[in-house]
């Protein structure tokens, strides 16, 4: 069985940093991209991240240049660091992976960014 793990939300100030990992298990994570979602209260869920199987990575424009995605292929986790933080990055924040088995969802992790 497939299963996604987030951690690492929190409080934060405006300015600051958090790291979000997302443990996997249950796939051979190495064969699989992970993305990085969130999800305002009363908004969509957005892409934030991806990071392929090789490690290209995209961003969305608004995280562009502020956030970071990595994988570590040993410990089978994905990460999200996320620097300059801004009231607006405010949400719940999903790990996702898709494989012919299907879509994958973590539980999420709220991240508030508040003064």
């Known amino acids: 069985q497939v299963r996604l793990v987030e951690s690492g939300g929190g409080l934060v100030q405006p300015g600051g940093s958090l790291r979000l990992s997302c443990q996997v298990s249950g796939t051979n994570f190495k064969l699989h991209a992970v993305n990085w979602y969130r999800q305002a209260p009363g908004k969509q869920r957005d892409l934030v991240a991806t990071i392929t199987s090789n490690s290209v990575t995209n961003y969305a424009d608004s995280v562009r240049g502020r956030f970071t995605i990595s994988r570590d292929n040993v410990y089978w986790r994905a990460y999200l660091q996320m620097n300059s933080l801004q009231p607006e990055d405010t949400a719940v924040y999903y790990c996702?992976?898709?494989?012919?088995?299907?879509?994958?969802w973590g539980q999420g992790t709220q991240v508030t960014v508040s003064s």
């Open positions: 996702n992976l898709e494989s012919a088995r299907g879509n994958f």
